[in-house]
């Protein structure tokens, strides 16, 4: 099933990419849309300890907005924390911590603004180094990747004093240890011309207006034809079903094994790298299923020991992508 696919980069920004996947089934598909979403690891704050807040937000909201801000710590230099077990124990390979200590206070006669520290934002996030931390993290120290998020509003003499851990998880735990803003997909649309019934030339420009920018062209002499690589930007609206000369001279249908994806990166991965780490957790789930059907095939056979295969390593051999 994910041997022969082929990925095609079509845009590329800072935060976000748009790629098409050719071969494979909308399962396939629909799996690595939940994997970029639910299981592809990150970084967020889990632990918030409070020695101050004379905000007017509460403890927990406060803790909550602090969970949720993104943060720009790459998961593969953090090891996971455990429920039990030698990585139970906060250590610098599996927190990161930081501190948020605000006070506002009026500003100065004469300086232009009333309040000094009005605005709690995510900038104010200072990180802590811990252990080898420094060393570790001195090309791209630990901060928000969004600097300028509000977190709450201060008058004078109130005061925000905390702790703040950061550790390793996945969005099926909670949504914020998603690594992507968005992660969705559709089919690659493809209009057909009817050549046995061609559009009237005064009625080029109204059959145009039917799809998306870009997609129909119309020539000096009301010829229609439909643009291949705009193609991909029709919306499917099936507006030009709508109008009666329109009837037979046009079919809309969809490839069924060719999907265009959009994801938007929103934690410490560029977007190219977004599938490839879903493409890693799908390998190892199905390295995993494996190793449970050779163990179950080995006990039906009274063995007790996998039965070796030819050409078998225990893993998914993947093709040119």
């Known amino acids: 099933m994910l041997q022969n696919f082929q990925v095609k980069v079509q845009r590329l920004s800072q935060r976000s990419i748009e790629f098409d996947i050719v071969g494979v089934d909308a399962s396939i598909a629909n799996a690595f849309r939940r994997i970029l979403i639910a299981e592809v690891p990150a970084i967020a704050i889990e632990h918030v300890y409070v020695w101050n807040n004379t905000s007017v937000i509460h403890d927990e909201i406060l803790a909550h907005r602090l969970g949720l801000v993104p943060l720009n710590v790459d998961p593969a230099l953090m090891e996971s924390r455990t429920p039990t077990g030698p990585n139970s ?3 610098d390979r599996n927190t990161i911590v930081f501190r948020l ?3 506002c206070e009026r500003a100065p006669k004469g300086s232009g603004k009333e309040y000094i520290n009005e605005y709690v934002k995510s900038g104010d996030l200072q990180w802590v180094p ?13 901060a928000p990747t969004n600097k300028d998020i509000v977190l709450a509003k201060l008058r004078p003499g109130q005061e925000i004093d905390m702790e703040l851990h950061a550790i390793k998880g996945l969005g099926k735990e909670h949504a914020k240890w998603s690594p992507v803003a968005t992660a969705s997909y559709r089919l690659y649309p ?6 046995k019934k061609p559009i009237p030339p005064h009625l080029a420009k109204k059959f145009a207006a039917c799809f998306s920018p870009g997609v129909v062209k119309v020539s000096k002499d009301g010829k229609i034809s439909i643009d291949e690589h705009s193609m ?10 709508r109008h009666e000369e329109f009837q037979g001279c046009v079919e809309l249908k969809r490839i069924r094994d060719w999907f265009i994806f959009d994801v938007e990166s929103e934690g410490p991965y560029a977007p190219e790298r977004m599938l490839p780490e879903s493409i890693k957790v799908m390998r190892d789930k199905i390295s995993s299923i494996r190793q449970a059907a050779e163990a179950l095939l080995a006990d039906a056979e009274g063995t007790g020991e996998p039965v070796p295969k030819a050409g078998v390593d225990g893993d998914v051999e993947m093709g040119d992508a």
């Open 232 to 241: 991909r930007k029709d919306s499917v609206s099936r507006e030009v079903l």
């Open 89 to 91: 124990t906060p250590s």
């Open 190 to 195: 493809l209009i057909i011309l009817n050549p």
């Open 130 to 142: 811990q252990g080898e931390q420094a060393t570790v993290f001195s090309s791209n120290p630990p």
């Open 101 to 103: 200590q605000v006070t």
